[in-house]
């Protein structure tokens, strides 16, 4: 394959991750309140707990530790552009949109934490957010099989995936094992992200069919990683037209743990986007089925249109969901 169709492919699979990890990150602002029923059966008290974990986990990029570790957000954001080595250096729509999107997704998460009485104080957000965790673990205690079926529910509510192709499990301590297809650690920053993994999902191969498989230190986790596998398989439809070849380069390009907490932080601004593009009597599933399958170019100007003005993207995307039934 020519270099420049293998980097068109290398940034077709980068906007498509973007919209993966979006997807995910939505998913923990939002699922809880999707089965608020079920999960306040379990304990009154998750619902208010989950929704302080959804916001923890987005705006801890953009405190003291995790700058440490990753630098500022403004800081990377803006030297995409410019900067020859950047990860995202050369992608249009990351290097245009991707500050824009993890800034708008900061202050509606910001917005949010005072309405739901969630610190923004360096020391007592770190203390606020250990105390969550505990607290998530000793409610959750002794309900994870139930709590386990409540995900895949939501997740096959959402996505109109069957409920047995989901498979998810709570844990304590996520522990990588072999078929967990984790790419190797780059630097020290994947380095430290392997090591902290809190949840993680995919695909697999479970005889002649492809399953998700996800798992999770607590529930809200577990329905990410749920929604992200689910996503991935969707996606898998942009792939399978590579060669093995091009495709081990694309994914050695692509798939990378350095690259997940950017798409995280801006990546619920753009999915959020993509939702209010979307007619209402279409599944998103097909929406994003057909974006996996548009050429580099086509997708970049499909999700150009839902950035700027996803009103106006509705006819598109309509377009693009008709055309998989013929």
Same mark, same amino acid.
Request: glycine residues 8%; aromatic residues 6%.
């Given at each position: 394959?020519k270099?420049?169709?293998?980097q068109d492919?290398?940034?077709?699979?980068?906007?498509?991750?973007?919209l993966?990890?979006g997807?995910?990150q939505?998913a923990g602002?939002t699922?809880h309140?999707?089965?608020?029923?079920e999960?306040?059966?379990?304990?009154?008290?998750?619902?208010r707990?989950?929704?302080?974990? *959804?916001? &923890?986990?987005l /705006?801890q990029?953009w405190?003291?530790s995790?700058?440490i570790v990753?630098?500022?957000?403004?800081?990377?954001w803006k030297?995409?552009?410019?900067?020859?080595?950047?990860p995202f250096?050369?992608?249009?729509l990351?290097c245009?949109?991707?500050?824009l999107?993890a800034?708008?997704?900061?202050?509606r998460?910001l917005?949010?934490?005072?309405?739901k009485?969630?610190?923004r104080l360096?020391?007592?957000?770190?203390i606020?957010?250990?105390r969550c965790?505990?607290?998530?673990r000793?409610f959750?205690?002794?309900h994870?099989?139930?709590l386990?079926?409540?995900a895949?529910?939501?997740?096959?509510?959402v996505?109109?995936i069957?409920?047995?192709r989901?498979h998810?499990?709570?844990t304590?301590?996520i522990?990588i094992?072999?078929?967990d297809h984790l790419p190797?650690a780059?630097?020290l920053?994947?380095?430290i992200m392997r *090591?902290c &993994?809190?949840? /993680?999902g995919?695909?697999a191969?479970r005889?002649?069919?492809?399953i998700?498989v996800a798992?999770g230190t607590?529930?809200?986790l577990?329905?990410?990683?749920l929604?992200k596998?689910t996503?991935e398989?969707i996606c898998l439809?942009?792939?399978?037209?590579?060669s093995?070849e091009?495709?081990h380069?694309v994914?050695?390009a692509?798939d990378r743990?350095?690259?997940?907490p950017w798409m995280l932080?801006?990546?619920?601004?753009l999915w959020r986007?993509?939702?209010?593009?979307?007619?209402?009597d279409?599944?998103v599933a097909?929406?994003?089925?057909?974006?996996a399958?548009l050429?580099?170019?086509?997708l970049?100007?499909?999700?150009?249109?839902v950035?700027e003005?996803?009103?106006h993207?509705?006819?598109?995307l309509?377009?693009?969901?008709?055309?998989t039934?013929?």
């Open positions: 394959m270099t420049e169709v293998l492919e290398i940034q077709k699979r980068l906007t498509l991750n973007w993966i990890q997807a995910s939505h602002m699922f309140h999707l089965v608020r029923d999960l306040n059966a379990v304990h009154p008290g998750l619902i707990l989950y929704d302080h974990f *959804a916001l &923890i986990n /705006l990029y405190h003291l995790a700058t990753f630098g500022r957000p403004s800081r990377f030297h995409a552009p410019s900067q020859i080595d950047h250096f050369g992608h249009s990351l245009k949109y991707g500050g999107l800034e708008e997704g900061r202050k998460a917005k949010r934490s005072k309405e009485g969630l610190t360096p020391v007592a957000f770190s606020q957010t250990v965790i505990l607290s998530l000793k959750e205690a002794g994870r099989p139930r386990i079926q409540i895949k529910r939501a997740a096959s509510m996505w109109g069957p409920s047995e989901l998810g499990e709570i304590d301590r522990r094992i072999p078929g190797m780059q630097g920053q994947s380095t *090591a &993994i809190v949840g /993680l995919g695909v191969q005889g002649d069919s492809l998700v798992r607590n529930w809200l577990l329905a990410k990683e929604v596998g996503a398989l439809h942009g792939l399978n037209q590579l093995d091009t495709y380069h994914i050695d692509t743990l350095d690259l997940e932080q801006s990546g619920g601004e986007r993509l939702l209010t593009a979307v007619p209402d279409l599944p097909r929406v994003l089925m057909r974006l399958r050429p580099p170019q086509a970049e100007s499909t999700i150009a249109a950035i003005k996803p009103e993207a509705q006819s598109r309509a377009g693009l969901a008709d055309e039934k013929t």
